[in-house]
């Protein structure tokens, strides 16, 4: 592998997370990494992913909304499950 296609390699593994997270634009990705402009960090994407710029953010997009539903449900779980389970201090206080 030759330098320049090591530094765009790493270029694109430290610039996915923020692409995925999808809170910056990819013109301050693209300048803050390198790349020179978004078009040519796009290509690059394609070239070591295999995966669109536009493809990578809406899975990120996805994996944060997936994740965002699976603690609403274990907190409403947790939530019904207090609120038919009498609390300790009540048992205690029942029992004298």
């Known amino acids: 592998m030759t330098p320049a296609k090591a530094i765009e390699r790493l270029g694109v593994e430290v610039a996915r ?4 997270d999808g809170r910056e634009t990819l013109e301050d990705i693209a300048r803050r990494l390198g790349f020179g402009d978004p078009e040519r960090m796009c290509q690059s994407f394609v ?3 295999g995966q669109t710029v536009r493809i990578v953010t809406e899975n990120g997009r996805l994996w944060i909304w997936s994740e965002r539903c699976w603690q609403n449900l274990r907190n409403e779980r947790v939530a019904s499950l207090n609120a038919v389970r009498p609390s300790r201090s009540k048992q ?3 029992k004298k």
Not at 17 to 20: F, G, L, M, Q, S
Request: hydrophobic share 30%; charged share 20%; net charge neutral.
């Open 92 to 94: 205690a206080q029942n």
């Open 17 to 20: 997370p923020t692409v995925e």
């Open 47 to 49: 070239r070591i992913t």
